[in-house]
């Protein structure tokens, strides 16, 4: 059996989005609510698809938007950072209609290894735009990422 392209994975969606009750009191305290949102990895490409030239966005703050959006109290984290790297990939497989993936960062304005592109790519993508891009030990971040972050509504 072949696999699934990433555009496969992107628009196959499943049972997705749905959202589960939590009942592990950690985990509530943790995310602030027991509504978690699992949504479908093309929730993910069309909230980066958002972010416009200069602007960046993260993890995080996409997953906080999705949430708001289906009236979850948070989006699983496990499955955004899956989801995210699809539509990346996804992005990457096709010649046109491109995501522009590397606009979304991960906690704290780190950029992400996993995408297509690699850390080499993603910096250059980056600085193209306007962003200065700092190392701290092996990983690298955008500075002062937080005076572009792009505020979904």
Not at 24 to 38: E, F, H, N, P
Not at 50 to 78: N, Q, S, V
Request: hydrophobic residues 35%; glycine residues 8%; aromatic residues 12%.
């Amino acid at each position: 059996m072949a696999r699934k392209s990433f555009n496969e994975k992107l628009h196959n969606s499943g049972d997705l989005p749905r959202i589960e009750e939590i009942t592990d009191a950690r985990m509530i305290s943790r995310y602030g609510g027991s509504r978690m949102l699992i949504a479908p990895a093309i929730y993910y490409d069309q909230a980066m698809r958002k972010i416009p030239f200069g602007m960046l966005t993260t993890a995080d703050e996409i997953r906080a938007y999705l949430a708001r959006k289906h009236g979850a109290d948070f989006t699983c984290p496990l499955t955004a950072g899956i989801f995210i790297n699809i539509a990346a990939s996804a992005s990457w497989e096709r010649v046109t209609d491109e995501t522009p993936y590397w606009r979304t960062l991960k906690k704290d304005g780190m950029l992400n290894e996993k995408y297509p592109i690699g850390i080499e790519g993603h910096k250059k993508l980056l600085e193209s735009e306007g962003h200065t891009v700092i190392q701290r030990g092996s990983r690298y971040f955008v500075k002062d990422y937080e005076q572009n972050l792009f505020k979904f509504r």
